[in-house]
């Protein structure tokens, strides 16, 4: 009885307080995109960031902006960061974190096109085989890499 009553206040209540009271009580977290990206010989695709920790190589990526389509969002760093335009474009999987309070999508997609450092933000990119993927690459890049390749 309580929960029908409950039902029925929160459905007669009007959007604008039951938008508020969601957004009052559930949590808030950045959505970003990353790419496991393959060239026509099946190379992957990585960037020296200045911005990344460690060696600074890893998959492109980056933040949605508010509202943005994933996919979208991801063509956009692409063309931001390396003026790469992309195919086939799939979700390889998600992952989330808990610090920062974090979605992110990971894509595997076929570049198009040759990519070239258009941002501060990139030191330098390279292709590297699947199974020859520079030591200094963090160990996590390296199993993201793996996971979006295989799959699974």
Not at 32 to 38: D, F, G, N, S
Not at 99 to 125: D, F, H, M, N, W
Request: charged share 30%; proline share 5%; net charge positive.
């Amino acid at each position: 009885m309580l929960k029908q009553l409950l039902g029925t206040l929160w459905r007669g209540a009007p959007v604008r307080a039951r938008r508020w009271s969601i957004w009052l009580v559930e949590p808030r977290f950045a959505v970003t995109v990353a790419a496991v990206v393959q060239n026509e010989a099946g190379q992957v695709l990585l960037l020296k960031h200045v911005f990344r920790k460690g060696s600074g190589w890893g998959i492109p990526g980056g933040f949605l902006s508010a509202g943005e389509n994933p996919q979208d969002g991801l063509r956009r760093e692409l063309c931001e960061e390396v003026n790469l335009e992309i195919d086939d474009l799939e979700i390889a999987f998600a992952r989330t974190y808990k610090r920062p309070q974090q979605v992110e999508i990971v894509y595997r997609c076929r570049a198009r096109g040759e990519a070239t450092p258009q941002s501060i933000e990139i030191k330098t990119l390279a292709w590297f085989d699947a199974e020859n993927l520079p030591e200094e690459l963090p160990r996590d890049q390296h199993k993201l890499i793996r996971r979006a390749l295989d799959g699974s």
